[in-house]
């Protein structure tokens, strides 16, 4: 042991121990409430009508989107729904669909339909009438779960956009939920995988 460690070791044996003050009572911690979820926007499709388009699950360095929706608002009331959705990755298939939907409080709905005139490219190029007429029956196919069920999405503030909450028959489906943005049509933004 060196000579400065006795030192302190002699002066702390002859110091009597120092008695902390006592703490003091711990504060009762209450918990705060947890926050509510985030409302549903009002006007879900107030940016459409500035010409603004819809990007499901956007990349926003890539400018792609997984799905990309465009609304018209013609003079006799109904609202129109363009929607391009990737269908497959590879080859890489697009399907564009024309629907009509309404807007109901804060929600858009519409019934799952419109395979009977939907368009396709596949990796970029109008498929034939053939292919249009295989892939329109196997949407068809797909769809006939849903044949009468309204679907209606809410859209809620999700990190820099939004959440698109979907409900098919009045029952929530989170398995079907996707992140959202209101994209200019001149942004650069394109379908992709």
Known sequence: MSLLALVLAAA????PPV???PLPAPALVVAAPPAPPPAPVASPLAPAKLGRLLCY???QALK???AMTAYGFPADGKILNRAQVVITPSPFIVMTTLTTVTVRGPAVCG???GAAEATF???GKPADEATTADLRGQIAGAFTAFDGVEVCTTYVPFREGFMANVSIGGAPRPDMNQPVI???FNDGYVVSP
């Open 12 to 15: 702390v044996s002859a110091t």
């Open 182 to 184: 209101w994209v200019e």
């Open 64 to 66: 792609t989107c997984a």
């Open 111 to 113: 019934r799952m339909e």
């Open 19 to 21: 008695v902390p003050p």
């Open 57 to 59: 699950s956007p990349d």
């Open 121 to 123: 490219t596949i990796d």
